[in-house]
């Protein structure tokens, strides 16, 4: 039996002990929300770091109430569930929190009730700027979920079946991952992350209303780089943009930064991970283990 402790329907609970009813709107028509929270250890602070908490647990209500889940947990009730549920495991190392909240009993796809909650980490350890290799991407067949149809702004487990299709595609004819294009032609995202691209010197992400998760980790870049003196655009993009840039990389609570190296089978810039690129990782891995203390407003130590 496994050893990792959850949180589930308001008990810590071994992970097995879980359980959710087969007949549930959760299991079968995917109605929840949920976040993927990010831990780092600090081996000089000797303390494990939670990243941009409150965004995650900001989105995570603001998820619920666009899927018309009322959430019965404070923002206050769910941080604290959370920081038992680490203390009870005892991480001493990298982990990722998956916080889910979802509609358990027997229902149907418009049920509101019973609302119910589980808090489960697993080991994720971070990415290493020294040996990282870059991912080949295509850009999907399949059109990237919209607002008016799919809100891709709600962290929605079923708005992952999208993400699904690009996936399986994109490894079907041999690439790493997808990049979906939005209903308009232009750039929307990966299939789990968001898009960052450098063209002539200049950091260019689509817009938050490009059919994108509003995503905390672009929004740390944006602020990251500005402060590194980049000069950054928020704009459409069009597909072939990608095809000239100098620099693609995806990013997300996840993803962290993962460079792409090649789109539909043609050179980004030098074909090897771009230098902009491994510096924001660099720097990014230092925000989100508050090395240096520069961005210590983002980190929330988990052991007083
Ligand atoms: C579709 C999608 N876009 C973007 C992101 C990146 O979001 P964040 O940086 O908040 O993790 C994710 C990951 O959660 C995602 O699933």
Redesign the pocket.
């Known amino acids: 039996m496994e050893k990792r402790k959850i949180w589930f329907k308001g008990a810590i609970v071994l992970v097995d002990q879980a359980k959710v009813n087969i007949l549930s709107p959760t299991a079968q028509f995917g109605i929840n929300v949920f976040e ?1 929270i990010r831990f780092y250890w600090n081996n000089d602070h000797q303390q494990l770091y939670v990243f941009r908490l409150s965004e995650h647990l900001d ?1 995570l209500l603001e998820s619920c109430k666009l899927i018309g889940i009322n959430c019965p947990y404070s923002f206050k009730q769910i941080e604290s569930f959370l920081f038992d549920t680490i203390h009870e495991n005892q991480y001493r190392e990298d982990i990722a929190v998956r916080m889910t909240i979802f509609i358990d009993g027997e229902g149907s796809w418009s049920s509101v009730e019973p609302v119910e909650m589980f808090i489960a980490p697993i080991k994720k350890q971070r990415t290493n700027p020294e040996n990282i290799k870059g991912l080949s991407a295509c850009v999907s067949t399949w059109e990237r979920i919209s607002d008016n149809c799919f809100p ?1 702004r709600i ?1 929605a487990g079923a ?2 079946i999208n ?1 699904r299709y690009g996936q399986l595609e994109a490894k079907r004819n041999g690439y790493d991952l997808p990049i979906f294009l939005g209903r308009s032609g232009k750039v929307a ?6 898009l960052f691209m450098v063209r002539r010197g200049v950091l260019i992400t689509p817009t938050l209303t490009s059919s ?2 509003e ?4 929004a740390t870049l944006l602020d990251l780089a500005e402060k590194l003196g980049f000069k950054i655009f928020e704009r459409e993009i069009d597909r072939t943009e990608l095809y000239l840039a100098d620099e693609v990389f995806l ?5 962290e930064i993962t460079p792409i190296i090649s789109l539909d089978r043609i050179a980004i810039g030098t074909g090897l991970p771009g230098e902009i690129t491994i510096s924001l990782l660099r720097q990014y891995l230092e925000a989100v283990c508050n090395t240096g203390g520069l961005y210590s407003h983002w980190t929330v130590p988990v052991y007083r």
């Open positions: 993927g989105r891709p962290k708005n992952y993400g995202e990966g299939a789990g992350a968001c994108v998760l995503s905390i980790t672009r990013c997300g609570s996840a993803a």
